[in-house]
């Protein structure tokens, strides 16, 4: 929490899943001030960091009201932490089921920035991300919750997170499975059968997911498989869902990138929350 809206926004949704969960809830600022400027240079003093650190804990304080008026039987905890806020949120996912954070923050001090905290947190957290975008509408406790699936390790901890995310909301999963990829090199095309590798992707999406639909056999699933780019498949389906689900990095990822293509891009342009997941954070706890 930053005392941004889009802060707000996760701390509203972060109280209903932790509901859900039965579990508490920490609401954690990370304070970044000082850490080698010369604060007294520039005429501010020491004076300014106690208004800033009072700024900071109202805000926390704000957030802990916010979240128990959400849940009023919440156990709601609160830690305002000198730091960074990738090293502070990295640390609480070692002991955390889930980070919440929002998409955007207020920049400068104690910003929350899609392009660093949640491209961070979505490659190394010790548990699953969600971001929260702030000019998403609040979905429909009834719309279903959808999973990019690629057959790859991150896919498979995906699917753990959303079918566990859909049976605890009693909706629907969507699982969306694209083969644009197979096309690599366009003067091919001509000669593919699309019909018959259409036919092949529905088959081995329904073997993957038929472990899944066996665990959790009143969790209703959609299947959708089609030609196209994962990310604008996913996108699209975002716009009726009240969850997305991806992998930190699929098939297609590059060994290095911290994050992959498709999970970067479905971060920026997604209509509802959006859960990364690791191969190695898939369960919740």
Do not use: N
Request: with cysteine; net charge negative.
């Amino acid at each position: 929490m930053d005392g941004s809206e889009p802060a707000r926004r996760a701390v509203r949704w972060a109280a209903q899943e932790a509901g859900r969960r039965r579990v508490p809830l920490r609401v954690v600022t990370a304070f970044e001030w000082l850490f080698g400027r010369p604060i007294g240079q520039v005429g501010l003093g020491e004076s300014y960091r106690e208004i800033m650190l009072g700024v900071a804990r109202r805000q926390l304080a704000e957030s802990v009201r916010m979240a128990q008026h959400e849940q009023p039987t919440l156990e709601v905890q609160s830690q305002l932490v000198v730091g960074f806020p990738i090293a502070v949120l990295t640390e609480e996912a070692r002991r955390s089921q889930l980070v919440v954070i929002g998409d955007r923050g207020l920049g400068g001090v104690t910003g929350l920035l899609l392009g660093s905290v949640a491209v961070a947190l979505g490659a190394h957290a010790d548990c699953p991300t969600v971001v929260v975008r702030d000019e998403a509408e609040t979905p429909d406790s009834a719309a279903p919750v959808v999973v990019g699936v690629d057959g790859s390790p991150t896919s498979e901890a995906a699917l753990a997170f959303a079918f566990e995310a859909a049976a605890a909301r009693e909706v629907p999963l969507v699982a969306v499975h694209t083969w644009w990829d197979l096309l690599v090199d366009p003067s091919l095309a001509p000669l593919l059968d699309r019909d018959a590798i259409g036919d092949d992707e529905r088959r081995a999406l329904a073997e993957r997911l038929a472990g899944w639909g066996e665990k959790y056999p009143d969790v209703p699933i959609e299947r959708l498989v089609r030609r196209d780019h994962p990310a604008r498949a996913l996108v699209e389906q975002s716009q009726r869902a009240q969850l997305v689900v991806v992998g930190s990095r699929g098939r297609g990822g590059v060994a290095g990138l911290v994050l992959g293509s498709v999970s970067h891009a479905v971060l920026h342009r997604v209509h509802c929350p959006v859960a990364v997941v690791r191969p190695d954070t898939g369960e919740p706890g």
